[in-house]
């Protein structure tokens, strides 16, 4: 018995010296193993990249990593932050360098040669080891793509204080390899534009959290802000103002800037509906343009929708979206087809009057539209990805290939996966980053937002990517992201709306469960949650406090029933 009482004491007293866990790390890795020993960088420390000919990107990749060890300088969540290690940093090793290298037989290409090949073919593993006697640090994996994620995870373990960067927690022994293919991030730049600076600061703040897909909501019925080389007036006609356009050098800078941080961008040109704008440029393509009242034809104003029945307005459709996709190096391209308002067409002289002369239905119409879009980018070699909108509520042919999106309820996976579609996991009662704002519509003062209540990091957390599915629909699911839509967002608000609430999704599709085999549990998750929004804001990213600053040095003293 006092030999009990004297482990349980001696481990209080060690808990007040080191961490109870790491809780540096955000996504938590597959396996992990770590000690109670101090370990410095030193002031000469070094990465030795130990490839033949390594790739401009990856040398950047390093650069960068060396920058941020430089110049986090996070102090611990603790009180004192820090203060109080100076005792065990005393008789502290010193780390001189982290050695990086490919496995045997690995094929070297560029990070973002790697960012973007075909979901399940993307090698992102990879394997970290950090002695405590000072000896060197060692990175290894399969890719460079793996290397960059082994380079994230090896930034997020050491702290600052009075000079001296540090962990007390090595040795150190992580394997790691992501729970699921596909962790996404989806930025409305439509409804309000987003400058490119924006856009790259959002990317960074992804790649720190693993996330590897950039959704790319693009245009809408508010704005067309895309430069299209071969369709010029859209943008000269869609976009809120010159000054507010992505012009083609733009958008190769953002997927190129992406690739490097092992992020793929997957673009989205919503169709037939939210395509209102297009009428500036092309009136007798789109239906009910500006009808009123808009609630009667449109989710939100403005109402407006393509004539998809129209074999011209097919034709050109087939050709803007191959015209924007051969741009882009990414395999998936979204072609939206969600909130598609059939009152829209109900009357309009056009549409009616080709239905009628062809004897097709509006369905069946949609039908054709589809697989001749569909059919132009898979020629292309894209796969088409879609709302769930496109499989719930019409009868229409979709290739095999076909990815389709959750996004009305979680509770919709299911039927979808019923008929055998994978799925990305997006769904608006747990992760719409926009839920809870209030309405945004005028002349509704009492009106609140249509996906109400807000979505905490800790609820979307909750998400189960598997309930309500069968075991052998499990391999459909290809992974999840979160989602930005920016009728009350813009520039001035993205970082704190976003961060650190998106790195939710992050772990749940990285991780998967604790490196234990347990379950994920938001009691857990927060300190490690708090300790990467302090290093995003030490980065430069506006991201919100998740609780006061009194809580986060005090890990669980602010939980509900403390």
């Known amino acids: ?12 007293v060690a808990g007040c010296l080191f961490p109870s866990g790491v809780q540096a790390l955000w996504p938590i890795p597959t396996t992990l193993e770590t000690g109670m020993s101090a370990l410095e960088i030193s002031p000469t420390f070094y990465f030795d990249v130990q490839i033949e000919n390594a790739p401009q990107d990856l040398c950047d990749a390093v650069a960068q990593s060396q920058y941020y060890l430089k110049n986090d300088q996070l102090g611990r969540l603790v009180v004192g932050r820090g203060a109080n290690d100076t005792t065990a940093l005393a008789s502290a090793m010193t780390l001189s360098h982290l050695t990086l290298s490919l496995a045997n037989g690995a094929i070297v290409e560029p990070i973002s040669s790697e960012a973007v090949k075909p979901l399940g073919t993307r090698s992102e593993e990879y394997t970290l080891t950090i002695p405590a006697d000072g000896s060197a640090a060692t990175l290894t994996a399969n890719s460079t793509l793996g290397l960059y994620r082994g380079l994230t995870t090896f930034n997020q373990l050491f702290y600052y204080y009075g000079g001296v960067i540090y962990t007390l927690l090595a040795p150190i022994s992580i394997t790691d390899t992501p729970a699921y293919p596909f962790r996404g991030l989806a930025l409305d730049t439509s409804r309000n534009y987003y400058p490119v600076d924006d856009i790259l600061r959002t990317l960074d703040a992804m790649s720190w959290v ?22 010029p007036e859209l943008a000269i006609n869609g976009a809120y103002s010159p000054q507010e356009v992505y012009t083609a050098s733009d958008v190769q800078y953002i997927v190129q800037y992406a690739a490097a941080r092992g992020i ?9 509906g939210h395509t209102a704008i297009i009428a500036a440029t092309y009136p007798d393509y789109v239906a009910c343009f500006d009808a009123s009242p808009w609630a009667e034809f449109a989710n939100e ?11 011209e307005v097919m034709n050109f459709t087939a050709s ?37 002369s062809t004897g097709t239905t509006l369905n069946g119409a949609l039908d054709t539209f589809t697989q001749t879009t569909h059919g132009a980018l898979i020629a292309q070699g894209k796969t088409p990805v879609v709302w769930e909108e496109m499989v719930l509520n019409w009868n229409i042919s979709l290739s095999n290939e076909t990815i389709v999106m959750i996004w009305i309820s979680s509770a919709d996976a299911a039927a979808v996966a019923g008929k055998g579609f994978r799925i990305i996991q997006a769904p608006s009662n747990y992760f719409y980053l926009d839920c809870g704002a209030g309405e945004w519509l005028g002349d509704d003062p009492t009106g609140n937002s249509w996906c109400d209540p807000f979505k905490t990091w800790s609820e979307a957390y909750t998400f189960d990517p ?9 391999n459909l699911v290809l992974g999840g992201e979160q989602l930005l839509w920016s009728e009350q967002s813009g520039p001035e608000n993205v970082d704190p709306i976003v961060w650190p609430r998106a790195a939710s999704s992050a772990e749940i599709f990285w991780s998967g469960k604790q490196p234990t085999g347990a379950a994920l549990n938001v009691t857990e998750a927060l300190p490690r949650l708090h300790d990467i929004r302090y290093r995003m804001v030490q980065r430069g990213v506006n991201a919100i406090p998740l609780q006061p600053q009194w809580c986060a040095l005090r890990p669980d003293a602010c939980d509900l029933y403390a």
């Open 1 to 12: 018995m006092a030999f009990s009482r004297y482990m349980i004491i001696l481990a209080l």
């Open 210 to 231: 693993k996330i590897n897909t950039f959704h790319w909501h693009i245009t809408d019925s508010q704005s067309f802000p895309l430069e299209v080389a071969q369709y």
């Open 264 to 272: 793929d961008v997957m673009m989205e040109i919503d169709t037939p």
């Open 301 to 311: 104003p403005p109402a407006g929708q393509l004539r998809f029945a129209l074999p």
């Open 320 to 356: 803007l979206l191959t015209n924007i996709a051969e741009t882009l190096p990414s395999y998936y391209f979204s072609t939206g087809g969600d909130e598609l308002n059939t009152n829209c067409y109900a009357d309009d002289y056009l549409t009616q009057q080709q239905l009628n």
């Open 466 to 474: 598997l309930a309500n599915l069968t075991e052998a629909q499990y």
